[in-house]
Each structure stands twice: as structure tokens, then as C-alpha cells.
């Protein structure tokens, strides 16, 4: 059973060895189809942090469904998982969208060539799939956009099928799907303006809304304080 802390090889992913799980283990113990992590490596890169005393590195956020965890690896301490919770808690900027009043992250200085914070975009579309069905809002700081040429996205959904915890109702009327942000290259995000749904931007209410069930589904709420 995966429980928070443990990673686990995937066979499927094409460089990464495995994924940390991160979600909380009243979700995973659940009766749910996937959990949530970051998919770790055996070297270092962009964006990557390293996992004190293990020789790997986490990288991006990531959801997987149960039945693609492989063989565990190992199981993370607080002291190993300290540094990847602190990375996360900067790249999605709760401690300033969790205080209260929440304050919106700085922009990045330069042209804008990558998916922007709070802004919603159509992402990840398969072929077929219609476009209102992947509607997504950008959680990650634009300085990380810039820098690894993608961001973490929450899907949104008007499903009526979704609620709860890690389920927050935005002023919109969609719940955003914050128990899987999911990192997505620059590439699969429609950025060109007449591709945008609308609205096309969540108010900073609603981004601190995002941001305090991220950090629970996360267990990150600890490190904002």
C-alpha cells in the first residue's frame, strides 16, 4: 500500500527511476484510483533537489495511478523529505498565498514565454478530447516558469462527481483538482491568446483557495508557518 514517503520504481517513466509519494495517507489509504508525488532520478538536474543520504533527486510534481507503483525502494524520514517539501512550499509560494491576507507572488522580469501564474489555459489535450474538458490554472511562481520552460497546473472541473477535501469551490463555479498538480512543459499548454477559456484568470481568493488545499493534500502545511 503506498503511503506518503515511499518511493516506488515506474517503469513506465521515460528517465525518471520511480515516484515519492507525497499526497496524505487519508487519501491513500482510501479507496482512490491514483496518488500524487514527484518522480525521482538517480542524477542530478534542472530543477531537481536532492534527497539527503539516498543518491537521488526529486523532480517535478506528478500524478500516477495505484496500479503503476512498482517495487518499493525505500521509505523517507521527515529529515529526507525536509528539503523536496521546502522546494514545493517555494515553488507554489504558500506561504504567501496561505497567510492571511494571502499575497500573490512577483512577477518574473522579461518577455513572457511560458504559462503564467493564476492564469487558466487549456493543457495536456489528448487528441479527440474537447478542450473545455482540460482546463487548467497555473499554480507554480512565474520565475519557476521561466527558468524549467513549463509550471505546475491544478486541473478544473465542474464535475459533480468531485468534492471534498483537496476539492476547493472557486468563485467560478469549478473545483480545482488539487490532490494532483501536475508539472507540464511550455509546449503542451495552449498559451496563444485565442486559445484561451474564459475566464482566463482566477482572483487572488481563489488562488489562496488552491493554495490551502495543495498544502493539505500535501501535508504541507506545516512548513508555511
Known amino acids: 500500500m503506498a503511503r506518503r514517503g515511499l518511493v516506488c520504481r515506474v517503469a513506465r517513466f521515460p528517465q525518471a527511476i520511480g515516484l515519492l509519494v507525497l499526497t496524505n495517507d487519508d487519501w491513500n489509504t482510501a479507496n482512490t484510483i491514483a496518488v500524487g508525488g514527484v518522480a525521482v532520478f538517480d542524477a542530478q538536474g534542472p530543477g531537481r533537489v536532492e534527497i539527503p543520504g539516498a543518491r537521488l533527486w526529486a523532480g517535478p510534481l506528478i500524478p500516477l495511478e495505484k496500479t503503476e507503483l512498482g517495487v518499493p525502494m525505500m521509505q523517507l524520514g521527515p529529515h529526507e523529505l525536509a528539503p523536496v517539501e521546502e522546494a514545493l512550499v517555494e515553488r507554489l509560494s504558500l506561504v504567501e498565498l496561505c497567510a492571511d491576507p494571502p499575497r500573490a507572488p512577483l512577477p518574473a522580469p522579461g518577455p513572457v514565454t511560458y504559462p503564467q501564474w493564476a492564469n487558466v489555459y487549456y493543457a495536456d489535450v489528448p487528441e479527440g478530447v474537447p478542450l473545455e474538458r ?8 512565474d520565475v519557476h516558469n521561466r527558468v ?3 509550471a505546475v497546473l491544478v486541473r478544473l472541473t465542474t464535475s459533480e462527481r468531485r468534492g471534498g477535501p483537496g476539492f476547493p469551490q472557486l468563485s467560478t463555479g469549478a473545483k480545482a483538482v488539487c490532490v494532483f498538480p501536475k508539472f507540464l512543459p511550455t509546449r503542451m499548454v495552449r498559451t496563444e491568446p485565442r486559445a484561451r477559456p474564459t475566464p ?3 482572483s ?9 488545499a495543495i498544502a493539505d493534500a500535501y501535508e504541507l502545511r506545516p512548513a508555511t508557518r
Open 148 to 150: 524549467l520552460g513549463g
Open 204 to 212: 487572488l481568493a481563489d488562488m489562496r483557495l488552491v493554495a490551502l
Open 200 to 202: 482566463g484568470r482566477l
Open 134 to 141: 482540460k482546463r487548467h490554472v497555473v499554480v507554480s511562481h
